[in-house]
């Protein structure tokens, strides 16, 4: 299968910290992906340089076999890789349904590639078939609720959601979400991703997710690739790469007993 995503060689230094050495990873289409990797481990770094907000000092990015290497952000967007980020990047002021009515019209006004925006009937701005998106948004993640609630007064898990809601808005075929479920609570961290895994899954968007929490990575991914001092430590099935000795004790530490015996207590 020909991979969606092709990072091939990827370098780089801040000053004298290499942050990225001869990273190489290919990507299939539909897949889950999860990074791993302890603080300036690589992870960031690598999201930052496929998505166009750095750029490597050598190595070559292509996704579905053109080279994006060289373009910037909003490009990238446009092909059809999306992202949130570890702090959601909300409109404060504006309410939840005025959010993604944002996220939409800025779709709308930059490309024709959403089902909402091909309807010919649809008009400018603030028309009908743009609010009924935005209402299946809130509905398909939850956050009716919170329609008229500003951003700024919204829990940190619903503002979690809400960014990923809006980063989905354009239908990608890539979604990378930066460490979703830090700052949230651990009785909301399941429920949020299986709301954000349902949406994505169901429009066969690829995902790939930085996270820190051993429980999400092994419940979650199909793959999980380990970072470590710049370098992919290990690659392959969660419990493979989890187990290996190397990621156990540079990267998971005690993060792996926990996880086996919670699974142990649920077992009994």
Wanted: aromatic fraction near 6%.
């Amino acid at each position: 299968m020909t991979p969606i995503l092709n990072a091939q060689g990827l370098c780089k230094k801040f000053g004298a910290v290499t942050a990225a050495w001869g990273i190489s990873i290919s990507v299939e289409p539909d897949t889950v992906v999860g990074l791993i990797g302890t603080n300036g481990a690589g992870k960031t770094t690598f999201v930052n340089m496929v998505t166009g907000y750095l750029k490597p000092d050598a190595g070559n990015i292509h996704f579905k076999g053109q080279d994006v290497t060289a373009l910037h952000p909003r490009q990238i967007t446009r092909l059809g890789i999306c992202r949130s980020f570890q702090i959601p990047q909300l409109y404060d002021s504006l309410t939840v349904l005025e959010n993604v009515v944002v996220a939409l019209g800025i779709v709308l006004h930059n490309s024709k590639r959403s089902w909402w925006a091909r309807s010919p009937k649809i008009v400018p701005a603030y028309g009908t078939p743009l609010m009924v998106a935005a209402e299946m948004m809130l509905d398909r993640f939850g956050l009716r609720s919170y329609r008229t609630s500003r951003a700024r007064v919204l829990p940190e898990g619903v503002r979690k959601l809400l960014d990923i809601a809006m980063a989905l808005a354009v239908k990608p075929e890539m979604l990378i979400l930066d460490e979703p479920t830090s700052g949230v609570s651990t009785d909301e961290k399941f429920g949020i991703m299986d709301t954000v895994m349902s949406a994505a899954r169901s429009e066969g968007v690829t995902v790939l997710f930085v996270e820190h929490d051993m429980e999400i990575v092994s419940r979650y991914s199909k793959r999980v690739i380990a970072f470590y001092e710049g370098r992919i430590l290990a690659d392959g099935a969660p419990a493979h790469v989890l187990g290996d000795p190397d990621v156990r004790k540079y990267v998971v530490g005690g993060q792996v007993a926990a996880l086996s015996t919670s699974k142990e207590t649920t077992r009994a």
